[in-house]
């Protein structure tokens, strides 16, 4: 293992920056672009984002529910409701560490709360976050000992379960849905593919896990189907995916026989952990169970979790909130859907901003802590196909 000095461009948040300047300077034939093109995309990305989260807030939001009525809402809420809330916060957040230790090995709950956290505030905050969170994942797993491939199967395999959770959670609160009230016949299409993705992706992954060479061939399709669709875009093409998919079997077939059942029970436990949090400060903000019922909660809750899978904003936000205060506000007065807002900007504040100092105290222990290192902080870049995994980061 590589051992380099800190600081600098070993800075991990300051050398993914690189590797993204890098890679956003080279054009799809291989020649250097105009310098600084790097900057001018994240720059772009970020005014964009600034953009969505502005015209939500400022534009749309207010004409769902008027926010003199949900300020005094959330004033009117009691320091119980507040601290119980927080308390199911908390728990939210330590649910995900044991995602992440079922998914590796020899890593501690200290190391899984310091390294979670603060890829989290560093996702929720800056653009690029997603690919500059899993940097700093992996130069703190690095530094605690384990190997790039650790790491890569680590963050492939929860973004994989993850993802199942997300496919999974609207079929059942549809099913649920269906089973109390009408459900709307766009409701039951999206359904309806959303079974046929999860059953799709199921099948896929087994079959990449059954033996080798049909790992190396639905690597090799699917990089043909995803070389594809960014030639529309006028993206180079993919490669190695078979060589990959091979890798990748051969590493996670025994982690996966000795832990899958941890690791579905720990993903389940952390998704149903998140939706507590926003059923409950529903509850807690004067919204009862006969004007929004918990099974339509759980069906918003599911549908916008699939949304916010696209990374229009860091950490989704704006778009959650909308998404939010959209599904759970149909067929409600304004009183409620002021309450229903109310509840959704403390659901989020907890899940969202929460992380955000916590990560930064996380991220700056890890930095000055020596104790617990085998060796120094690494300078080695994330390797690519992490970054293309960041979409496994959570609320």
Not at 18 to 43: C, F, H, N, Q
């Amino acid at each position: 293992m590589a051992r380099l000095p800190r600081g600098g461009e070993n800075d991990p948040i300051i050398g993914m920056r690189m590797r993204i300047r890098d890679d956003t300077a080279v054009s799809g034939t291989g020649e250097k672009a105009r310098p600084g093109k790097g900057r001018l995309r994240l720059t772009i990305q970020a005014l964009i984002s600034l953009g969505v989260v502005v015209g939500i807030f400022v534009g749309v939001m207010p004409r769902i529910a008027n926010y003199s009525d949900v300020w005094d809402t959330i004033r009117a809420m009691t320091g119980l409701e507040l601290t119980t809330l927080l308390l199911i916060g908390l728990w939210n957040l330590v649910t995900y560490w044991l995602v992440i230790t079922a998914v590796l090995p020899g890593l501690t709950y200290s190391q899984a709360a310091i390294s979670n956290q603060a890829s989290t505030a560093i996702a929720n905050t800056l653009p690029a976050g997603g690919a500059l969170g899993v940097g700093v994942t992996y130069a703190m797993y690095s530094s605690w000992g384990f190997t790039g491939a650790d790491v890569t199967r680590s963050v492939v395999v929860s973004g994989i379960w993850n993802n199942f959770a997300k496919l999974g959670f609207p079929i059942v609160a549809l099913a649920l849905l269906a089973a109390t009230e009408d459900v709307p016949t766009g409701l039951l299409v999206g359904s309806l593919i959303g079974v046929a993705v999860l059953i799709g992706s199921i099948v896929v992954f087994g079959l990449i896990l059954r033996s080798s060479w049909l790992a190396e061939q639905l690597g090799n399709a699917i990089g043909r189907f995803v070389s594809w669709l960014k030639g529309l875009l006028r993206r180079p093409p993919v490669t190695r995916w078979g060589e990959a998919a091979v890798r990748f079997r051969n590493t996670t077939t025994g982690l996966l026989a000795a832990r899958w059942r941890r690791l579905t029970v720990a993903a389940l436990i952390s998704h149903v952990s998140l939706y507590l949090v926003l059923l409950v400060a529903l509850r807690h903000v004067g919204v009862a169970e006969s004007e929004v019922s918990w099974i339509r909660v759980l069906a918003a809750f599911a549908f916008v979790r699939l949304i916010s899978a696209l990374p229009i904003t860091p950490g989704g936000l704006g778009v959650v909130e909308l998404g939010y205060a959209a599904a759970l506000g149909i067929g409600v007065d304004d009183t409620t859907r002021a309450q229903i807002v109310a509840a959704v900007l403390v659901f989020r504040f907890i899940t969202y901003f929460l992380p955000i100092p916590l990560g930064t105290a996380s991220y700056l222990y890890w930095r000055r802590n020596r104790t617990w290192r085998p060796h120094p902080a690494p300078g080695d870049e994330a390797p690519p196909e992490l970054t293309e995994a960041a979409d496994h980061r959570r609320e």
